[in-house]
């Protein structure tokens, strides 16, 4: 009798210690997991929810653009949202000049939070734990090989500005063209992205990779696979409490597919990577100076200098870079110009004007007016995300109004100024000549270009952490896009749906993998010479 009650005393303990345990579970996922820092506004929250951050988070995940616009209007300054990464505290545009060049604030540290680098299929976002050697690689070695600056790494720079690169960009496009959209004169349907995404992959592996590495199907597939599908795994993981997120990782076959593609990158670059310390060796025992680096393995090599740099990992990451902001620049324009048919004819003229019998080069492509102009106003309508600047603050910030940034707040700042009418003129209308006219405007020529960053254009950052491929990214997509605009013509299907050519998640924004347009060979006017 006394054993029988000792068991059901023990099952009754049991169920107490299971219960207390999923309590204890439900507590940290519901509240704990996402604190919400004391003193300043939530947007998104419901007053009467038990759990007011869990119901903030849910807000956003449903309606993130929402949640910021409706932050903007009713808080007057600084406020916070609770993301999927965790709380956020949202500054107004109006604050970039506090933050930007603050060194409290951490852009590595804030990027390996929102992207869990911490987990093996996101290692390559955790280069920018190394960011000081990437950084290097885009700023004194890639901008340099474009003509940028008169210092040589790697590339001839000729007295005219011409470089290798925009060359081998030039002798790319031209046979990756031929490949992907092909010579028929009749209209076809194609998946935009898709193709565009496969063009760019060619030209960045071109530049960062060189030839055979540009036409092998394996690495192509690598670097565009993971360009879409860890974004794809990082937003599946956002969407879960931190709490969960390990056992989601484990379970979920897409982060399983992400791990198998970074085993796989390694397996292919590794080699490369070898081989370019064996000939620096042999060259050095011999008593030669060690051969130039014409890619970005071996720049990665030279510029981490002894530090423990995974260049496999370096070199994934910068191909996602590449890849994920040209394709969308690249794909949006074509886009906005299937929706502004008009302006096919004025580009194409500017093109033939300024190129005519010369080859593409860093000083002709700097002369596409125009071009510039149009890219600048597609970037302005097609943020990537409402929200920019992210930082980590390692210490308290005090903000110019006098609010504060508590040591160890995630921070970021928005992008509602590239709809300010008082900037922007009838914002929400397409104005291909509105950066061209802006240029005019007596000591506005260099502020409105489009590699040009300020605050009232984040399109590519702003700060000593702006974008510094962005010139890269700038001459990639004019290159591809004077041949594309010569070569082909472009519509919409008659029954596309023209406002479906964009898809949300959070307060990011992107081109529909989907969405479809037409296009057919036809005969361009100038040859373009190599």
Request: with cysteine.
């Amino acid at each position: 009798m006394d054993s029988m009650v000792d068991a059901v005393k023990a099952a009754n303990l049991h169920e107490i210690l299971g219960v207390f345990m999923i309590g204890c579970i439900l507590y940290w996922v519901l509240f704990y997991g996402d604190r919400l820092h004391s003193g300043i506004p939530t947007a998104g929250v419901d007053p009467t929810a038990w759990f007011k951050a869990a119901s903030a988070r849910t807000a956003f995940m449903l309606d993130g653009k929402g949640v910021i616009q409706k932050g903007l209007e009713d808080y007057p300054s600084v406020f916070q949202v609770v993301t999927g990464t965790g709380t956020k505290i949202v500054l107004p545009n109006r604050f970039v000049e506090d933050i930007k060049n603050n060194p409290q604030l951490s852009l590595v540290d804030a990027i390996h939070k929102e992207f869990f680098a911490s987990y093996y299929a996101f290692r390559p976002y955790a280069a920018s734990k190394t960011a000081f050697v990437m950084t290097e690689v885009v700023r004194t070695k890639l901008s340099n090989s474009l003509g940028i600056t008169v210092l040589m790494a790697g590339r001839r720079i000729f007295a005219d500005g011409v470089s290798e690169m925009i060359g081998d960009l030039a002798d790319e496009t031209n046979c990756a063209l031929e490949d992907i959209f092909g010579s028929s004169t009749e209209w076809q349907t194609r998946n935009l992205k898709a193709e565009v995404l496969h063009l760019i992959a060619r030209l960045s592996s071109r530049v960062f990779l060189g030839q055979d590495m540009a036409r092998s199907e394996q690495w192509l597939d690598i670097s565009k696979s993971y360009t879409i599908d860890s974004f794809i795994a990082i937003r599946m993981m956002r969407q879960w409490p931190a709490a969960l997120r390990s056992l989601v990782y484990w379970l979920s076959p897409k982060c399983k597919r992400v791990r198998e593609q970074v085993s796989t990158s390694g397996q292919l670059i590794w080699p490369l990577v070898e081989g370019h310390r064996q000939r620096k060796r042999k060259a050095l025992e011999a008593g030669l100076p060690a051969p130039d680096g014409q890619d970005t393995i071996s720049w990665m090599d030279e510029l981490a200098d002894g530090v423990d740099c995974d260049v496999p990992c370096g070199q994934l990451i910068l191909s996602v870079v590449a890849l994920h902001t040209t394709t969308e620049l690249l794909t949006q324009a074509l886009f906005d110009l299937c929706h502004h048919p008009e302006l096919t004819q004025p580009l194409r003229e500017e093109v033939i004007s300024v190129v005519g019998d010369k080859p593409l080069t860093k000083a002709v492509l700097f002369k596409l007016r125009l071009m510039d102009s149009f890219l600048k106003e597609s970037q302005r309508l097609h943020i990537g995300d409402i929200t920019t600047m992210q930082r980590f603050a390692h210490a308290k910030v005090v903000l110019s109004d006098g609010s504060t940034i508590p040591r160890g707040a995630k921070v970021v700042t928005t992008m509602e100024m590239m709809m300010d009418p008082t900037i922007y003129p009838n914002p929400e209308i397409f104005d291909a000549y509105r950066f061209l006219k802006m240029r005019e405007s007596a000591g506005q020529e260099n502020r409105w270009q489009f590699v040009s960053t300020c605050s009232e254009h984040m399109g590519f950052g702003n700060g000593q952490h702006a974008c510094p491929g962005r010139f890269f990214a700038a001459n990639e997509t004019k290159v591809a896009l004077c041949h594309l605009l010569l070569k082909y013509d472009w519509k919409f299907p008659d029954n596309a749906q023209k406002d479906g050519t964009d898809v949300t998640f959070g307060t990011e924004f992107e081109s529909s993998l989907e969405a479809k347009v037409l296009l057919r060979r036809r005969k361009e006017e100038i040859t373009f010479k190599l």
